[in-house]
């Protein structure tokens, strides 16, 4: 699993004690990589988001597991400093925050 501290593996306790299941660690890994490697060479499972693996999952690296109530879902935040004026991605990234059509 992620390091302590890390959002996923927040998530991921936070899931797991609302539903009263108690985990185990059998390690801990800094980067999500490290936990695809991990599981690439058999040596457990691995919760990660599934944008880290598209790769993976279309070389048919890795699957993954259907298992109820799951995916866990979590909400992402954009901030912004306060009058500062937007780069053009940023802009479009605020479009989309607001399901508004990006400008071109």
Known sequence: MREPGSGTRMAM???FTERHIRIQTGM???SNEAIKQS???GLGLGLLSRDTLELELR???LV???I???PILRNWFVVQRKGKRLSPVAEAVQDLRECRRPKV
Do not use: T
């Open 64 to 66: 993954i597991l259907d």
């Open 28 to 30: 801990e890994v800094g």
């Open 13 to 15: 306790e936070r899931f």
């Open 59 to 61: 070389l048919n690296r």
């Open 39 to 41: 599981v690439q060479a």
């Open 68 to 70: 109820a109530e799951f």
